[in-house]
């Protein structure tokens, strides 16, 4: 069975600043999809960005970038020039196939300080 | 843009009631899914459906049943509500080369 861990519950970062959310998780399989979403305290959950694990570039969408070791099973959220904006839960997430079901992390609660 | 529309933000509702909650999406997709969250536990699967009347069981599924009698639609089910069930409840549904689209949530109480 697949897993995902985030090990940082809560994390700060002062606005303008980089920070880097943590993501492990485990799986047997060599073809796998893994995400980040962001959930603001208006509770919708927004895609931030997609990884697909047979393409070894390193996904970016503007000030958000990953760093994916495959081998090492480390997914990785950095956000760079934080904005107010950015504080909400993040959670990382696996699915074995497009359209299908996600396995989360238990999330870490950023907050963005001014 | 894809909308997924869940029928409650909050619901209150007692021990032992039949509770219902509906999810619609308005963009054809064949695979929808409901998730419990909780704090500390992320996002767990409870159901998910590939196609009308079609429903595979996630990793939580106890107390719970759903419904697809339409594509658009995706009903959970608590046939008899118990208070650790009071949690968010998330909706979602998935398109051909779309990521999945969440609902806003059903944050719902059983006293």
């Known amino acids: 069975a697949q897993t995902v861990t985030q090990s940082q519950p809560e994390m700060s970062v002062q606005e303008a600043e980089t920070v880097t959310l943590s993501c492990t998780y485990d799986?047997?399989?060599?073809?796998?999809?893994l995400f980040w979403y962001k959930q603001p305290p208006s509770r919708q959950m927004i895609l931030v960005i997609r990884q697909e694990a047979y393409k070894q570039q390193n996904a970016t969408e503007n000030r958000f970038s990953v760093n994916f070791q495959k081998a090492a099973k480390s997914f990785s959220l950095k956000i760079s020039d934080s904005q107010l904006g950015d504080t909400a839960m993040y959670f990382c997430a696996f699915s074995l196939y497009q359209g299908g079901k996600l396995i989360f992390g238990q999330g870490t609660e950023l907050s963005v300080k001014p | 843009d894809v909308k997924v529309t869940q029928s409650s933000r909050y619901l209150v509702k007692r021990t032992g009631e039949k509770v219902f909650l509906e999810c619609v999406q308005d963009m054809d997709h064949e695979n929808m899914f409901w998730y419990r969250q909780d704090p500390g536990l992320g996002l767990r699967l409870i159901y998910f459906s590939y196609d009308v009347k079609m429903k595979e069981k996630g990793d939580i599924p106890e107390g719970y049943s759903v419904s697809r009698e339409k594509k658009e639609r995706f009903s959970l089910i608590l046939e008899s509500a118990s208070t650790n069930q009071t949690s968010m409840y998330l909706c979602?549904?998935?398109?051909?080369?779309?990521?999945?689209?969440f609902g806003d949530g059903t944050r719902l109480s059983i006293l």
């Open positions: 979602a549904s998935w398109g051909v080369n779309q990521p999945q689209h």
């Open positions: 799986t047997s399989e060599n073809n796998y999809y």
